[in-house]
């Protein structure tokens, strides 16, 4: 690659509108060279005889296409892009090495002190074998990608493969992007692995403050580019992507494209997630294609091949790190099922709802939106039928914000609703009362998981005597609200939904029961509700128990199987040490809580069994 000389230039390179683009503008007279070159390029784009726009991605593998420039010594490259492709260009070269057969492994094998002394005095965080293991493998790697299971500490190793680089003279300032559930995880490590903290600052509007590592969330990140870009262009920095899966959906998707506008700026690229489910190649290329643009990607669609992500992962090893469920050690979870009846009026209600819906259980499987919506109506039925009458608030997930039922006036299940004597205690309730009630006299206190915001409410007044904390879309200061049941030892109770509090937050030192008054399909975000009170760093021999109120015959007994299967192919892929596949729970189908089309079929045929 050749740079201007000071010359006219013939033909500049620069990034186009985009992140994911680069533009070459031609010189008047060197119009017809462009039209060649433009051949070269599948994703060409003439917007005029002088302007041409490729895909960065096709650039940066096809860079062999610019030597047949005439005038190779008065082509001039942006400052950012040119340091990008002699990045790629040794990725190239140090990826085909580690992906070549019978290439040795890849990781350094770093005696413990020789890593203790890599990250000098000032770490002082515990490493586990594991975490040293995947430490010593990103190190070896320009650039590394974390697939660590969810509390594997990936956030510890995060840190340290920083702390190491800047040791080492590499980077000297960490951007950590990650979603606003997961800041207090990285402020709390920050403390806890530094003799002397980072300077960590969360990022605010209109300036990137003068600090070591700086946090922004994945909402912010497109308002923020132009601060964030200047802010890793002033020193040598490493951009880290925890929950990279945010991104997955590359320049199609708004957190996507602002990550790969910021790549380029960064001298080392850094992913961190851990969430599998089933998905498409599709996730891995765009994942593998910020951490190395261009040759990244290409490595994955080769990999892939037929479509076979198993084989994808075995083949990409080298150049990933991943820590098992299995070697995290952790003492089992006692989960149980337990089964309540619905009261007389109460079943009487979900009976006429299923029969109000049963006119669509048949020629509408297409309907995902409508069905979506069925399903959170029969959730909120096999609950308390009280929450048909509410609807839901602006603070549920946008998949659960459904308006109060409509029914006709007159109808059978109006006059019901209508009836419905407040005396009528939801099961559900009552169990949770008496969980709750247990596990307070012994001193344990208990994380109670409810979908519905206004369930949330009601069983805040239920558990009054607990001194509940309450944390949903619509709480002010979660932090405060977790920290008062982290530390006051009157607040025995924590109610929360998986949508908020699902991923981010620590809660295993302090409790060890969880109670699910409902779930939904989305079995990723199940898995993630779990690890908020089972993961790394619980005390050997830690009884962890989990209850699951399910309704008789009702949507609860569809959504349990189909978990039941969902959960085993998970956690298959947890003890894998490859990665099969790869999702965002965020991404599951995002209608009815995570709705697929087995999911349908199974609800279709509740909805026969129950009205046949």
Known sequence: MTVDTGAVPSLEIAFGDDAVTARLHARKDRA????????????????TPTILDVDLDDLLSNLRALQAWPEPK?????????????????????????????????????ASKDLDNLLGPSWKGDLTSFQRRDIAKLLSLRHGAN???????????????????????????????????????????????????????????????????????????????????????????LLLLDEAHRMKAGARGVYGAACLALGPRAR???????????NSAKDLENLFGFVWPGYGRQQVIQAVG???????SRVLQPLFTRTTKHELGLPPVTTRIRSVELPPLHNEI?????????????????????????????????????????????????????????????????????????????????????????NASQG?????????????????????????????????????????????????????NPATLGEGIS?????????????????????????????LGLAPGTETRVTVLASEKTIDEVVQQRLDTKLAFMGAVLDDPGVKQLSDLDEEPAVGGGLDEADLQALMGHFRARTS
Not at 408 to 430: C, N, V
Not at 521 to 529: E, Y
């Open 268 to 278: 080392r690229r850094l992913i961190l997630t851990g969430t599998p489910a089933p």
């Open 32 to 47: 017809g060279d462009l039209r060649r070159l433009a051949l070269r390029f599948q994703s060409g784009v003439q917007r």
């Open 147 to 237: 697939f660590s299971v969810p509390g594997a500490g990936k956030t510890r190793v995060g840190l340290a493969v920083f702390q190491a680089l800047r040791q080492r003279g590499e980077v000297e300032q960490l951007l950590i992007v990650c979603p606003k559930s997961a800041y207090e995880s990285w402020l709390y490590e920050n403390e806890v692995c530094f003799s002397e903290p980072l300077r960590m600052s969360l990022y605010s509007k209109g300036s990137a403050p003068p600090a070591d590592a700086l946090i922004i969330n994945y909402e912010r990140l497109d308002g923020a580019l132009d601060d964030l870009s200047s802010w890793l262009s002033a020193r040598p920095s």
């Open 444 to 496: 344990r206190k208990t994380l109670v998981w409810s979908t519905f915001i206004r369930s949330l409410n009601t069983l805040e007044r239920i558990l009054k005597r607990f001194r509940p904390a309450v944390v949903h879309g619509g709480t002010e200061d979660r932090e405060a609200a977790i920290a008062r049941f982290r530390n006051d030892p009157d607040c025995m109770v924590l109610l929360s």
């Open 74 to 110: 008065t082509v001039h490259w942006d400052r950012y892009l040119a340091h990008l492709v002699r990045d790629s260009a040794a990725d190239a070269r140090s990826v085909a090495q580690q992906l070549a057969p019978g290439a040795a492994p890849t990781a350094t094998e770093f």
């Open 350 to 438: 979900y009976e006429a709802l299923l029969g109000a819906f049963s006119g669509r259980a048949t020629g509408s499987e297409a309907d995902f939106l409508a069905w979506g919506k069925i399903t959170v109506y029969l959730l909120m039925a096999a609950t308390s039928p009280a929450l048909l009458h509410a609807g839901t608030t602006r603070y549920e997930p946008l998949e659960y914000q459904v308006p109060p039922l409509p029914v006709p006036t007159g109808s059978h299940l109006s006059e019901l609703l209508r009836d419905l004597p407040s005396y009528e205690f939801s099961p559900k309730y009552r169990e949770t009362l008496a969980i709750v009630d247990a």
């Open 507 to 535: 809660l295993h030192q302090h409790c060890h029961d969880a109670v699910y008054i409902d779930r939904d399909f989305a079995a990723g975000r199940f898995l993630q509700s779990l690890d908020r009170i089972h993961r």
């Open 306 to 312: 037929g479509g076979d992500l198993a084989e994808a």
